[in-house]
């Protein structure tokens, strides 16, 4: 059994920054894919950063915030910072874990992010 551990978010102002803890719980395979995505009202997700394995980290700007996502694979974590928030930002952002082996995906509960101007 795997589950996601989220913890960070919260409110802050324009301009501010959050970061985002999210560690894996249980056995993984240790080729594999963690990031954040953001999930709009209507449940669709989009990704905000996600770094592989071999360390790769990939940025789909869908943020006006400036992230960087960096990872542990000691604890099993990956980080987002997220620099100079915006009102545009605000959100649930939710964690995933891609495994290779078996090829399955698995999602934290989410995290809110408010951000006022």
């Known amino acids: 059994q795997v589950q996601l551990v989220e913890s960070g978010g919260g409110l802050v102002h324009a301009g501010g920054s959050l970061k985002l803890d999210c560690a894996a719980v249980?056995?993984?395979?240790?080729?594999?894919?963690m990031g954040w995505y953001r999930q709009f009202p209507n449940n669709d997700r989009e990704v905000v950063a996600v770094?592989?394995?071999?360390?790769?980290?990939s940025y789909r700007g869908s943020t006006r915030a400036r992230p960087t996502i960096t990872r542990n694979d000691a604890t099993k974590s990956v980080t987002l910072q997220l620099d100079d928030l915006q009102p545009e930002d605000t959100g649930t952002y939710i964690c995933?874990?891609?495994?290779?082996?078996?090829?399955?995906?698995?999602w934290g509960q989410g995290t809110q992010v408010t951000v006022s101007s």
């Open positions: 995933n874990l891609k495994t290779m082996r078996p090829l399955r995906d698995y």
């Open positions: 770094m592989s394995s071999t360390g790769q980290p």
């Open positions: 249980g056995n993984i395979d240790s080729s594999n894919v």
